[in-house]
């Protein structure tokens, strides 16, 4: 489907203005006087800052369950929000990475679900098996976006080596990453496939998420 990822993120954010209309009991005509409120309030009430951010980290711990409300920390709060943002996803994708490695029945359940996530990509070849050095190879040599982005990895001024941290830097910033459960279930394969130990794995966390919170933390001073 022509532009597809353009559509989702359209729905994901329509979706969130549908969440904040419900959450500050607003109607689009006084969702501007809410979202002023709501500003304020997290600016001055850690309480706040502290329930959102708990709902962020654990939808962003359930794959496919989209944890972009922790964007609102960001948005709402500027600097405050990225730490307390910071805080939630290095402690969702932290616990998912231990159970990854440790809990080898959630794997197995978790890998069925994702088989059949990838059997409906044209570019993921039937029979492969799940893993993400295979999902990342298949994904930027035969999806169309992909396949940009691979162009434009090697038009590079510098050269990037494929070293594992580069691929699960890839695998969190790309929007493969939808596939294959967000960011909990990134950190779910990661934990189980990937030989590096849980500090270095919140390394890459960290600069990936950082890029993420750009946008919010530039929009953040035009809200009133």
């Known amino acids: 489907?022509?532009?597809?990822?353009?559509?989702?993120?359209?729905?994901?954010?329509?979706?969130?203005?549908?969440?904040?209309?419900?959450?500050?009991?607003?109607?689009?005509?006084?969702?501007?006087?809410?979202?002023?409120?709501?500003?304020?309030?997290?600016?001055?009430?850690?309480?706040?800052?502290?329930?959102?951010?708990?709902?962020?980290?654990?939808?962003?711990?359930?794959?496919?369950?989209?944890?972009?409300?922790?964007?609102?920390?960001?948005?709402?709060?500027?600097?405050?929000?990225?730490?307390?943002?910071?805080?939630?996803?290095?402690?969702?994708?932290?616990?998912?990475?231990?159970?990854?490695?440790?809990?080898?029945?959630?794997?197995?359940?978790?890998?069925?679900?994702?088989?059949?996530r990838l059997a409906k990509k044209d570019w993921w070849p039937k029979g492969e098996s799940v893993s993400i050095f295979h999902i990342i190879q298949h994904y930027l040599e035969e999806d169309r976006f992909g396949t940009k982005i691979n162009r434009l990895i090697f038009k590079l001024p510098f050269k990037i080596r494929l070293s594992e941290k580069t691929i699960i830097f890839l695998l969190l910033i790309l929007p493969i990453n939808v596939v294959v459960g967000g960011g909990g279930g990134a950190a779910l394969v990661c934990g189980e496939e990937s030989s590096l130990p849980l500090l270095e794995f919140m390394k890459v966390v960290f600069w990936a998420h950082l890029l993420y919170v750009c946008i919010p933390f530039a929009i953040y001073f035009f809200v009133p």
């Open 1 to 116: 489907m022509k532009y597809r990822h353009l559509i989702y993120l359209a729905l994901f954010f329509g979706a969130l203005f549908i969440f904040l209309c419900w959450l500050l009991e607003a109607s689009p005509r006084n969702i501007g006087e809410r979202l002023v409120q709501l500003k304020e309030m997290m600016e001055t009430r850690p309480d706040i800052l502290l329930y959102v951010t708990v709902v962020y980290a654990v939808c962003l711990s359930i794959p496919y369950v989209p944890g972009g409300i922790g964007l609102l920390l960001v948005i709402f709060a500027g600097f405050t929000g990225v730490l307390y943002f910071m805080a939630g996803t290095f402690v969702s994708m932290g616990v998912n990475f231990l159970v990854g490695r440790r809990y080898p029945i959630v794997m197995k359940i978790f890998k069925k679900l994702l088989e059949k």
